[in-house]
């Protein structure tokens, strides 16, 4: 006590006090690259991209892969999927339970989506999946937010839907908000599999000439590393490995500085005259290289 008194006498108390809430900021080096070219469908011309890294190096590098976009008339970018996502978890006193509020739902989508309009002007349902485990009832919505990212806008309408839902069915009880199907934060093949953020695909045809001039390699090069990248998941041990199956290792098409066009694809197969190396691929990995 007579510590804190002579603390304030001084002054250094509120001093102390006003510390704990003190923010540093952290500064990371920022470099506008490019322009890169675009050619649509989404987004067509040139743009400056602001690049934030202590890897320096990656300037340059970007800037090189920037010219190559000008000189072979742009990147061709389409979205394909755009949501974002919350899980909510409810359990009841049986499977058979909460398996019939799960069969229920797909029939309840109008109601859903007004209980959503409550919670923002922005903010639509777009569907919903369910997982159950055990007497729990996972709840994936899936939702439009506008320009948001809508991470705390999903969550809204998310614990909207759960007031709605634990009314409409007095049988369930609340588990939580976030139940982990979301995913938030973490890997997740489910993200893979159902969407969650922008999903966005970029491709541009790179010809022959210019990949050897301005990148220093070839594709055949390119897809040869690609493919013994690839090939070491076979080091993984054996408890990691997923049953392999039939897999399109890479593609490519390249046109040579005669204007050729020659197109190229390797396929490993279980059981076939491959490399084991090749072979043992896990099959979680579907590569498409085109350049």
């Known amino acids: 006590m007579d510590t804190q008194l002579d603390l304030a006498r001084n002054g250094r108390g509120s001093e102390h006090r006003c510390m704990a809430k003190e923010q540093d900021v952290a500064a990371v080096p920022l470099e506008w690259v490019g322009p890169v070219m675009f050619s649509g469908p989404e987004i067509s011309g040139e743009a400056l991209l602001p690049l934030a890294t202590y890897e320096s190096p990656l300037w340059p590098s970007v800037n090189r892969g920037a010219r190559v976009t000008r000189e072979i008339g742009g990147l061709s970018v389409v979205v394909v999927s755009e949501c974002m996502t919350r899980s909510i978890a409810v359990e009841a006193e049986s499977a058979a339970a909460v398996a019939e509020v799960a069969r229920a739902l797909p ?74 199907v979301c995913t938030d934060k973490k890997v997740s093949a489910v993200n893979g599999i159902l969407g969650r953020g922008k999903y966005v695909i970029a491709e541009a045809v790179i010809p ?20 013994k990248k690839i090939g070491s998941a076979h080091r993984l041990p054996a408890a990691f490995v997923p049953q392999m199956r039939t897999l399109q290792i890479c593609s490519w098409r390249s046109t040579s500085r005669r204007g050729r066009t020659q197109r190229i694809s390797l396929k490993a197969r279980r059981g076939s005259s491959t ?16 350049t």
């Open 208 to 227: 022959a000439a210019t990949c050897e001039k301005r990148l220093r390699t070839t594709a055949a090069k390119i897809a040869d590393l690609n493919l």
């Open 107 to 180: 029939g309840l989508m109008e109601d859903m989506r007004r209980v959503t309009a409550t919670t923002s002007r922005f903010a639509q349902l777009q569907e919903v999946h369910t997982q159950i485990v055990g007497r729990v009832l996972f709840i994936r919505f899936s939702f439009t937010t506008g320009d948001a990212s809508g991470h705390n806008m999903a969550t809204k309408a998310a614990d909207a839907l759960m007031a709605w839902l634990l009314e409409t069915y007095p049988r369930l009880d609340y588990v939580s908000i976030s139940g982990n």
């Open 275 to 290: 490399p084991r190396r090749v072979r043992t691929v896990p099959s979680i990995f579907r590569v498409r290289c085109r």
